[in-house]
């Protein structure tokens, strides 16, 4: 009811609440120390949702789901997760109402990232590798190149097929979907009331898109706003150059997942048969990017950008070392192109306000940032071959007319 819902409010439960306020609300901080470091005259805030216990703002929409699922009595929910934080809130969440969780971790994470998969074992959590033995649409990707590095959207047919085949269990998603993007606009709401009390107003908000939910979390409140006049920023969406979905691909009807199995979304896309390089940015693999965030940009409400991984672990490097917060791969996409903004106000001598998305810490990223600090990251960018691999894939999206 909450994907097609028309009002313009719903209330947060109670219960969730009270689970959100063992770290909401999350802090707004001024990057002083960086504003100094780029010599810029512009005022730089970020909103910074790592203080989750997760360590990123992925529970906003795991508790929540969580708690519907368990008032209902279900008894055990599925997911798949990229980069792990989902994968971890949703461990997290279903731990504090008594479900079980199974969770396929796109393999290329799960080999990257150990100790996001400890996470969400220590909350009581099952974790596979994906694509896995376990499920039909593993089995079938396996066979036909046993060395894929996996991708969101196989990990997601993967979880669809276990819940559709057993009665007793129900799919979460954590990006993408409408009601996922709606709880996550507690972020963005927050950020209003304190900017509010700064006397600030943003001139330019930026954030990373992978599905697009923490983009949304922040980005649509002030989108009301700009709507209603009262405001009027620019907001620019922050995607991987190896697999920008809103940038490179076509807006069209299609699957969510790589299998088929989900309902059709009319969404910027790369095909669903797309699998991106194995970047470090796990969250921000994805083919796809939420219908919302997809209408959005065609509306001109937003600008895209796609930047490469070296850029963003440099920007993280920077921020790290005058901020203190280690950021994870994902929003270091962000901070990439708030430098660049505010470089740019540097040149022009114009003290702007950007407001910029810190979406979680990188503390179990680390090993991406070894590859950086010796010198053996590369860049994997939009190359020819990406673009012919991502034209044979579009060549098997559905073909309905808009």
Not at 8 to 14: A, L, S, Y
Not at 120 to 136: E, I, N
Not at 209 to 217: D, I, K, L, V, W
């Amino acid at each position: 009811m909450q994907e097609i819902s028309e009002e313009r409010f719903i209330d947060i439960p109670e219960e969730v609440i009270d689970i959100y306020s063992l770290w909401r609300p999350t802090p707004l901080i001024r990057a002083q120390r960086l504003e100094k470091l780029l010599g810029t005259p512009a005022r730089i805030y970020y909103k910074y949702e790592g203080t989750s216990p997760a360590g990123s703002h992925k529970p906003n929409t795991a508790i929540p789901q969580a708690w519907y699922n368990a008032s209902e009595g279900i008894k055990k929910v599925v997911t798949e997760t990229g980069a792990g934080q989902w994968g971890c809130s949703l461990a997290f969440a279903c731990s504090l109402f008594g479900l079980d969780c199974e969770v396929w971790q796109v393999r290329t994470s799960y080999d990257q990232k150990p100790y996001r998969k400890l996470m969400m074992q220590t909350w009581g959590a099952k974790v596979h590798p994906s694509p896995s033995s376990l499920t039909d649409a593993g089995r079938r990707i396996l066979q036909e190149d046993p060395s894929t590095p996996g991708s969101l959207g196989i990990a997601i047919s993967e979880a669809v097929e276990v819940a559709a085949t057993h009665a007793d269990t129900k799919y979460c998603l954590g990006s993408v979907l409408n009601h996922v993007l709606l709880h996550q606009t507690v972020i963005g709401e927050e950020c209003l009331k304190q900017l509010g009390k700064l006397d600030e107003t943003p001139d330019i908000i930026i954030g990373c898109t992978g599905g697009g939910s923490n983009f949304a979390g922040l980005t649509f409140p002030f989108i009301r706003e700009k709507l209603k006049n009262r405001l009027n920023p620019i907001i620019k969406a922050v995607e991987s150059a190896a697999c920008p979905s809103l940038t490179k691909g076509i807006y069209a009807y299609d699957f969510g997942d790589t299998a088929g199995m989900t309902p059709l979304m009319k969404m910027h896309t790369l095909g669903h048969d797309f699998i991106p390089d194995p970047i470090h940015a796990g969250g921000l693999r994805y083919h796809g990017m939420a219908p919302l965030v997809s209408h959005i940009y065609e509306l001109g409400l937003i600008e895209a950008v796609a930047i490469p991984q070296t850029e963003c672990f440099e920007a993280a490097l920077q921020f790290a070392r005058t901020e203190g917060v280690i950021p994870a791969p994902e929003p270091a996409h962000a901070i990439a192109a708030t430098i660049r903004e505010a470089l740019h106000c540097k040149e022009t001598g114009e003290a702007k306000v950007i407001l910029m998305a810190l979406c979680g810490h990188g503390h179990f990223d680390l090993a991406s940032y070894e590859k950086f600090l010796e010198g053996s990251m590369k860049d994997l960018s939009y190359t020819d071959e990406t673009r012919e691999k991502v034209k044979v894939s579009l060549a098997k999206i559905p073909q309905i007319a808009s």
